[in-house]
């Protein structure tokens, strides 16, 4: 009888040793995915543009994060811990390089996007909430509703860098009826989600004083994440059904990465995650590459090189070996996001809310 007790207590530790040690799998690879990333920056550090630049800063800010709180539960895990304050040493270097090649050929987009060149500007999540179906749009539009001009301009606004010393947290009626528009598609859409987290990064109080519509009166920024991540979350589940494409996959990743940094643990899905892993080069340690452009794109560099006054696209960027800048970066931010998800379910006493 005291033998047939004890069975099910000894089957749930082994299941329970089961599920560490895959757990520990899904961290080293996470890890080595990531350090593949950075060997990837430190040879391609003086071309990597602004939106590749924040995707690694975002990176910093997760690996700082994992390193401080990293659950020291047993020697795996301590190992673990040891790999990631090395690769977090070999990041800051080239980050550091990749800033200052950024500051001399893109200066003005320097200036205007500095504070996000901080891995203290981001704040990576204390605890998880889920997104809810029954915020999904009836129906989205067909084409974005974003304009890269006007979300810039709104992004240099909240951030104060919209001239020298100017006042930051200034929201004009243009960006807030943008950043609130519902039924926005693709970008759009993860554009005004990060223009609400970047607003409370900053600091800033109340993005939405002023709104005089009877219908948004009782809504907080809070309500507006939720909705955003909610049709997000709908949207990659779409892609997923209909089979990631080249067009697709790039949004895919930065749903993901967005909405994971935003606190929303079901993004930070295993089999997700398996896709964005099997999307990098094993060669360079990048994300989107594409080998047939290689030729064509050193073309293009030469070109922007003999025209210097010509305005760097800050989207994307095909890099000479064929690597998309974006797509590295969102890849980047959204595996460091993973990192500290999978850290966190480790760790008992931070496990997600239910």
């Given at each position: ?232 979350m709908k949207a990659n589940q779409d892609i997923v059904a209909n089979g990631l494409t080249e067009q697709t996959v790039d949004i895919f990743i930065e749903n993901i990465m967005i909405c994971g940094l935003a606190g929303f643990s079901d993004f930070h899905k295993t089999d997700w995650l398996q896709h964005i892993l099997r999307l990098q080069d094993d060669e360079v340690g990048c994300f989107g590459r594409d080998k047939s452009f290689v030729s064509q794109v050193i073309g293009d560099e030469l070109l922007e090189q003999l025209q210097p006054h010509r305005r760097v696209k800050r ?40």
């Open positions: 009888m005291r033998t047939a007790a004890l069975l099910p207590t000894a089957a749930l530790a082994l299941f329970a040793a089961a599920l560490c040690a895959t757990r520990a799998e899904v961290i080293d690879d996470i890890l080595g995915s990531l350090s593949r990333g950075v060997s990837f920056l430190e040879r391609q550090h003086e071309h990597i543009n602004l939106d590749g630049a924040v995707g690694f800063v975002m990176m910093q800010a997760e690996l700082k994060e994992a390193v401080q709180t990293w659950p020291h539960t047993d020697s795996v895990s301590w190992a673990q811990r040891t790999a990631a304050v090395a690769l977090l040493n070999r990041l800051d270097q080239s980050l550091e390089k990749a800033v200052t090649a950024l500051k001399l050929n893109d200066p003005k987009y320097y200036r205007e996007f500095e504070p996000l060149l901080t891995s203290t500007f981001w704040m990576i999540p204390q605890e998880w909430r889920s997104t809810d179906s029954s915020l999904v749009y009836p129906s989205t539009l067909t084409s974005e509703c974003y304009d890269e001009q006007l979300s810039d301009k709104c992004l240099t606004l909240l951030l104060g860098t919209w001239k020298m010393n100017g006042t930051p947290c200034i929201v004009t009626k243009p960006c807030r009826d943008t950043m609130t528009h519902f039924g926005c598609p693709h970008y759009s859409l993860s554009h005004q989600l990060l223009y609400f987290m970047i607003g409370r990064m900053r600091g800033c109080n109340n993005l939405l004083k002023g709104d005089t519509r009877a219908s948004r009166t009782n809504m907080t920024e809070q309500n507006y994440q939720d909705i955003f991540c909610s049709n997000m989207r994307e960027k095909i890099l000479p070996d064929g690597c998309s800048s974006h797509m590295t970066a969102v890849a980047v931010g959204a595996l460091g996001g993973y990192l500290n998800f999978h850290l966190t379910e480790q760790d008992i006493t931070k496990r997600p809310l239910s």
